[in-house]
């Protein structure tokens, strides 16, 4: 009889993402819960300020001070952390992760101060131009979600496109910041080393329905079902298997470069 696997991890963090206004603007759809292996699930606010709400820049200098930490914790972020292998191939680009986080924060700018994702998309700042993609893209963990959107799919209801657009330079920045204490997955390799902490892609969609809201806002809940589900996949002994989804050789490459929604069979 097979043993399940003790809790690799000993603090969970689920975020609700938004792409909308600046880096610097306080945003009520940006929303953060975290909980260690014991206690409840806890909505963060913002470190005291002026603001209400969280900013992206807010988000990301909390995020990258919490993993400085010696404490191994599970990150779930709810945006694309990469794009379809058809934008490398239409861009000429090599198929290589840590290569194209520069090179799509040198065309979409989006971490730089009072800049809108818009004000790239219609050519103000910046060379998205260069850099862009169709909404018939999809992703191979997109194709297999079902309802998940393109990440080049903007302007519609439940779309991810403008929260990635705004969100892949803060994964450049933390990446920067933490160097090898952090482990992006896939990207960095499908098991994630004993001790270390990681970011991940989620999706709430796939498990959100399983909590009652309680009073929630829809992007409370969001951020709460994130972090619920990786907290509860750990302490079940569930997660390796999600950290490792059936895929076969050629459709792991794929996936090396376009990364995974954790969770996704």
Request: proline letters at 6%; hydrophobic letters at 40%; glycine letters at 8%.
């Amino acid at each position: 009889m097979a043993t399940e696997s003790l809790p690799a991890f000993a603090r969970y963090i689920g975020i609700d993402y938004s792409g909308a206004e600046t880096p610097n603007s306080s945003l009520k759809g940006l929303r953060v819960y975290q909980a260690d292996r014991a206690s409840t699930l806890e909505e963060v606010a913002p470190p005291p300020s002026p603001r209400r709400y969280w900013t992206r820049r807010g988000i990301a200098e909390w995020l990258a001070a919490c993993l400085r930490e010696d404490v191994p914790t599970l990150v779930g972020i709810d945006h694309g952390f990469s794009f379809p292998l058809r934008y490398f191939e239409v861009h000429h680009l090599a198929p290589d992760w840590p290569t194209f986080l520069e090179d799509f924060q040198r065309h979409w700018p989006t971490d730089e101060d009072n800049l809108y994702v818009d004000f790239v998309r219609d050519g103000l700042h910046g060379k998205g131009a260069d850099r862009i993609g169709s909404a018939r893209w999809r992703r191979l963990t997109e194709e297999r979600a079902g309802s998940a959107k393109s990440v080049f799919h903007f302007d519609v209801p439940g779309s991810v496109a403008k929260s990635t657009h705004a969100g892949i330079p803060w994964l450049l920045y933390l990446r920067r910041q933490l160097g090898e204490r952090v482990h992006f997955w896939p990207f960095d390799g499908w098991q994630i080393p004993e001790g270390r902490s990681a970011v991940v892609e989620v999706y709430p969609a796939l498990w959100k329905h399983a909590y009652a809201v309680n009073g929630r806002t829809v992007d409370q809940h969001d951020a709460y079902s994130a972090a619920a589900w990786l907290r509860q996949a750990d302490l079940d002994g569930q997660l390796a298997r999600f950290l490792n989804p059936e895929l076969t050789g050629s459709q792991r490459t794929v996936a090396g470069v376009e990364g995974w929604i954790l969770g996704v069979a």
